[in-house]
């Protein structure tokens, strides 16, 4: 008998909206910061849970790792909806792409890393520490968990890597180039923060500290939004905001720091 038939799918189905590319900033990411522990890892795998109504997330995310990172990384594309996994499964090209029925408890997988993204964001706040313990359990010794939101394009998004004590980093990212103000990044925050966006969370005064280093920053913007984003997120780093990465990074419109923040 299989894992994925061992172990009861835990968990609800998502609305399954999904779009060719909405997760290119945070599989991008992952490739960039995550490739270590899946070099270093016996067995290569990666979940990534609640992939939608069709796998076309699941498809882009195997395919960059395996550019990217090592040729032989094996993804499985795990939902709660069989029919979600009859109609994923043409898309299948075993061993390096697979899909199955699963839930937060990962159907008795030991991934190195699951991404889970926009399925949190339907629970109660409540809910999410215990869906955390449940899916970082599962994991690989010195596995991760990458959970986030973005929007419908995947142009504003943000993420928590998650391990087995708990958030260790959050990531905002936005489309620089249709970002008017840092401050739409609050709509698209994880489960865990975006109620939080309140005066005195350090969520909140993050939020509002990358929005004014952005508003001074305006006379960057005759060079780009690019340079503009750079600088505020220098100014940033200078007001104390451990600020992690570099401009490679930041380039790509990130900003990455410990979660919680010291200051907290």
Not at 91 to 103: E, K, M, Q, S, V
Request: net charge positive; glycine share 8%; aromatic share 6%.
């Amino acid at each position: 008998m299989s894992g994925a038939a061992r172990h009861r799918p835990l968990g609800v189905v998502t609305r399954g909206t999904t779009n060719p590319n909405r997760l290119r900033r945070v599989d991008n990411w992952i490739v960039a910061t995550c490739a270590d522990r899946l070099l270093a890892a016996a067995d290569p795998l990666v979940v990534d849970l609640g992939y939608g109504a069709t796998p076309v997330t699941a498809v882009e995310l195997r395919a960059r790792l395996a550019a990217g990172v090592r040729p032989d990384v094996r993804l499985v594309g795990l939902e709660i909806d069989p029919a979600r996994v009859a109609a994923a499964t043409p898309a299948a090209d075993p061993p390096g792409l697979t899909f199955a029925r699963g839930g937060f408890e990962l159907a008795g997988l030991r991934p190195v890393l699951v991404r889970a993204f926009n399925v949190l964001r339907q629970y109660d706040e409540s809910e999410v520490p215990d869906a955390w313990r449940t899916m970082t359990a599962a994991l690989a010794p010195g596995g991760v968990l990458v959970e986030g939101t973005c929007d419908e394009l995947g142009r504003l998004a943000s993420w928590l890597l998650i391990d087995a004590d708990g958030p260790r980093t959050l990531t905002l990212a936005a489309k620089l180039t249709t970002l008017g103000s840092p401050a739409e990044l609050a709509e698209r925050l994880p489960k865990a923060l975006i109620h939080r966006n309140v005066p005195g969370e350090p969520v909140h005064d993050l939020i509002r500290a990358l929005d004014d280093a952005w508003q001074a920053a305006a006379p960057y913007a005759t060079f780009g939004p690019r340079q503009r984003w750079l600088r505020a997120v220098t100014r940033l780093r200078e007001t104390g905001w451990p600020i992690l990465n570099g401009p490679t990074r930041w380039r790509q419109g990130e900003l990455t720091l410990p979660w919680p923040p010291p200051s907290t």
